[in-house]
């Protein structure tokens, strides 16, 4: 027995392979139906992914100078080595708000401007530390969406979230664009180096209780990322009920608890999600002409 999804996404049926076409459309021995997406509590149909792509990204910085909170960049210590910029969405640590951390080395200031932007968005910063370690300094933030008190669920706004601090990166931090897959169009200094999709992608399923699985993902960053991969995944009928999103430089690092139908996920709906998943990340992205 063998899984086998349709071309549209919008069902997935597991059959035998030796039988015909006609008894696998129409005899199929389980068939998930088609889902919306769902991101913990969320659950809505993607509205219009391709503005969301760049929505909250300006075109390139005109210098390197730009100056976040007073602080002044293209100095002295952006001779050193650029530190590799980290931004993580986590939506595990904390029952109640959306957890933002961003890092690049020793260089960020307070993010006045961030929380600013992300006001913007209707969301409340309910919580602000700082800490540093061998990594740098850290700015982590609790979020909850203004209205409503509750945290972030809904994968548009989260994505939004993740290219609005990133957009302020390379806005005020403009050294970070050598850094940051979306550098090679809206920084000063495109990557140095290109990520090879189909070496960078890894993916990995694993139980994790009876009742959800756990999701890793490893591949190339791009605009859009965390909605089409939460959509791909929906598209097969598996719930994303929580997860970590993080963007570390080039690369982006997923970690999702997905389940089927309140359950851990079979195998062979391991196979179908990873195949699906690996099909979509490793073909040729859209050009940057169609932004």
């Given amino acids: 027995m063998v899984a086998m999804a349709s071309a549209s996404g919008s069902a997935l049926c597991f059959t035998d392979a030796s039988s015909s076409p006609a008894i696998r ?21 993607i509205i219009n992914l391709q503005r969301l792509r760049l929505s909250g990204l300006k075109p390139r910085a005109a210098n390197a100078t730009a100056v976040e909170n007073g602080k002044q960049d293209g100095s ?7 530190p590799t910029p ?43 530390n700082v800490y540093l370690d061998s990594s740098g300094k850290h700015n982590k933030f609790a979020i909850t969406k203004a209205d409503s008190g509750r945290k972030v669920e809904d994968p548009e706004l989260l994505e939004a979230i993740r290219l609005t601090v990133i957009n302020n990166l390379l806005e005020f931090h403009p050294e970070s664009s050598s850094q940051l897959a979306m550098g090679a169009a809206f920084g000063v200094l495109p990557p140095t180096e290109q990520v090879d999709v189909d070496i960078a992608t890894h993916i990995k399923i694993e139980d994790d209780g ?23 995944i929906t598209d097969i009928s598996v719930a994303v009920e929580s997860g970590e999103f993080d963007t570390e430089g080039l690369l982006a690092k997923v970690k999702f608890h997905v389940s089927y139908r309140n359950k851990s996920l079979i195998k062979p709906l391991q196979q179908v999600l990873a195949n699906s998943l690996r099909y979509f990340l490793r073909r040729p992205s859209t050009d940057d002409s169609s932004f």
């Fill in 76 to 82: 002295a210590a952006d001779s050193d080595k650029v």
């Fill in 86 to 128: 980290v931004v993580i969405i986590d939506q595990d640590s904390d029952p109640d708000a959306t957890v933002l951390e961003v890092t690049f080395g020793d260089r960020l200031g307070a993010l006045l401007d961030t929380m600013n932007a992300l006001k913007n968005l209707g969301l409340n910063v309910v919580k602000a």
């Fill in 210 to 232: 009876a009742d959800r699985s756990l999701l890793y993902i490893e591949t190339a960053d791009r605009p859009g990322l965390l909605v089409e991969l939460v959509k791909i």
């Fill in 25 to 45: 459309r129409d005899v199929g021995a389980f068939c998930l139906p088609p889902s919306t997406i769902t991101f913990g509590f969320a659950d809505k149909p």
